[in-house]
Each structure stands twice: as structure tokens, then as C-alpha cells.
């Protein structure tokens, strides 16, 4: 059973920096380039996508924090990242990894997810 676990998340001040950690129980290269990435949910708000791993110099990021936040990968030791710098209190939310897979028929695919690690930023 594969399962991702999230860390990091803390209490920070705005403009402040964090780096989330997800960490798989399986090989992440199971996972492969673009399937991996972070999601997160405030209060009150509908689960939204905040970064996606493209192994390129580019990866995908929602507008909100796009040149704030940088995601990124290491294979060797199972993890995905979120390096989130310059914190706003906007950023405040509950953040979950994700990584998705080709059914063994490949004809669908399967996302798993973690438990999630909460941010929050505040003076």
C-alpha cells in the first residue's frame, strides 16, 4: 500500500520560509515526471492545486505563488518538496503531496495522497 507523508508545516510570520517534505514508503519512480506534486486546503475553501513537478527548470505553480514557491524531487530518497519562501497570510492552509499512476490495465489512473501538514502564517 502505498502511502505519502507530509511534514514541515508550521507557524511562520509572514514574509517568512518553509519546506514542506513528503515522504513515500515506496519508490517514488514509481511516480513518474509531471504525476507528483501539492495541493492545499484553507478553511472554508475548495481544495486547490499549488504546484506540480515537472522535472524541468519550470514546473507548474498556481498563480498565487509562482516565483515564491520552487517544488522539487529526489528520487534517491523518496521525497517530494516544497520549498515556500516570502509567506502571506493567503498561504495559511492544510497542504497535501500527491502522486498519481497508470493502472496496471492502464487504462485509468490512481492518485494517492497524504494527511496533509498544516501552514499557517501569522504575525
Known amino acids: 500500500q502505498v502511502q505519502l507523508v507530509e511534514s514541515g508545516g508550521d507557524l511562520v510570520q509572514p514574509g517568512g520560509s518553509l519546506r514542506l517534505s513528503c515522504t513515500a514508503n515506496?519508490?517514488?519512480?514509481?511516480?513518474?515526471?509531471?504525476?507528483m506534486g501539492w495541493y492545499r486546503q484553507a478553511p472554508g475553501k475548495e481544495r486547490e492545486g499549488v504546484a506540480t513537478?515537472?522535472?524541468?527548470?519550470?514546473?507548474v505553480y498556481a498563480d498565487p505563488v509562482a516565483g515564491r514557491f520552487t517544488v522539487s524531487r529526489d528520487n534517491a530518497k523518496n521525497q517530494l518538496y516544497l520549498q515556500m519562501d516570502s509567506l502571506r497570510p493567503d498561504a495559511a492552509a492544510l497542504y497535501f503531496c500527491f502522486g498519481t499512476v497508470p493502472t496496471a490495465d492502464r487504462t485509468s489512473t490512481r492518485t494517492y495522497w497524504g494527511q496533509g501538514t498544516q501552514v499557517t502564517v501569522s504575525s
Open positions: 513537478f515537472t522535472g524541468t527548470p519550470r514546473s
Open positions: 515506496v519508490s517514488i519512480s514509481m511516480f513518474s515526471i509531471s504525476s
